[in-house]
């Protein structure tokens, strides 16, 4: 199965400013099939983007993600008090689908 | 508006069984593949099982050993996690969630439910 590696474990900053989160993925991702998720404990996750840079529907351009082969990126600009969560990168190339074990962006 | 409602998650003690069921609305469900994915307390997320629009192809988390099995009745509108030979591993909350396409790969998954617990227990 691809294996993807999240970094760093914990963000730790204050609103206002620019979040960074890297994943980086075992085997090539053909077509970019990468996604990112936000996840409040005990919501429904969030599905942010899909195939590695597109948004989904509703997320504001604050979100954006770029990469492709095996390093992806999401870039959180202006954090704003919502924004603080746990986020997944996730390859939907083939089955089995795999996550990474998350970034935890947390108020500083 | 596009919805998913769980049910079925309840104590359960090792070695038992366990039905999950998935209620769909508002969507074309018969269209669309489907998958379940946990968060055991304190994990991340964790995809268990996929199933393609007809139901003709499921996939599965290799560390599920076949225990598992994902289905759909197209005609209830209804996604279903039959879970045999429980392990105290298992116990997580339990998401449905909706690919947006006929497969449960090379769609992303865009629509979840709420979840349903599950925990695993003497």
């Known amino acids: 199965e691809i294996v993807l590696t999240q970094s760093p474990g914990t963000l730790s900053l204050s609103p206002g400013e620019r979040a960074t989160l890297s994943c980086r993925t075992s085997?090539?991702?053909?077509?970019?099939?990468l996604a990112w998720y936000q996840h409040k404990g005990g919501q429904a996750p969030r599905l942010l983007i899909s195939?590695?840079?597109r948004r989904a529907t509703g997320i504001p351009d604050r979100f954006s993600g770029s990469g492709s082969g095996t390093d992806f990126t999401l870039i959180i600009e202006r954090l704003e008090p919502d924004d603080f969560a746990v986020y997944y990168c996730?390859?939907?190339?083939?089955?089995?689908?795999?996550f990474g074990q998350g970034t935890k962006v947390e108020i500083k | 508006e596009e919805q998913l409602v769980e049910s079925g998650g309840r104590v359960v003690r090792p070695g038992g069984s366990l039905r999950l069921s998935c209620a769909a609305s508002?969507?074309?469900?018969?269209?669309?593949?489907m998958s379940w994915v946990r968060q055991a307390p304190g994990k991340g997320l964790e995809w268990v099982a996929g199933?393609?629009?007809?139901?003709?192809?499921?996939g599965y988390a290799e560390s599920l050993q076949g225990r598992f099995a994902i289905s759909r009745d197209n005609a209830k509108n209804a996604l279903y996690l039959q879970m045999d030979s429980l392990r105290g591993e298992d116990t997580a909350l339990y998401f449905c969630?909706?690919?947006?396409?006929?497969?449960?790969?090379?769609?992303?998954?865009?629509?979840w439910g709420q979840g349903t617990t599950v925990t695993v227990s003497s």
């Open positions: 085997q090539r991702l053909t077509s970019n099939y």
């Open positions: 996730q390859q939907y190339l083939t089955s089995p689908q795999t």
């Open positions: 199933l393609n629009w007809n139901g003709g192809t499921a």
């Open positions: 969630a909706q690919h947006r396409g006929p497969y449960h790969y090379t769609y992303p998954m865009h629509l």
């Open positions: 195939g590695a840079s």
């Open positions: 508002g969507f074309d469900f018969g269209d669309l593949a």
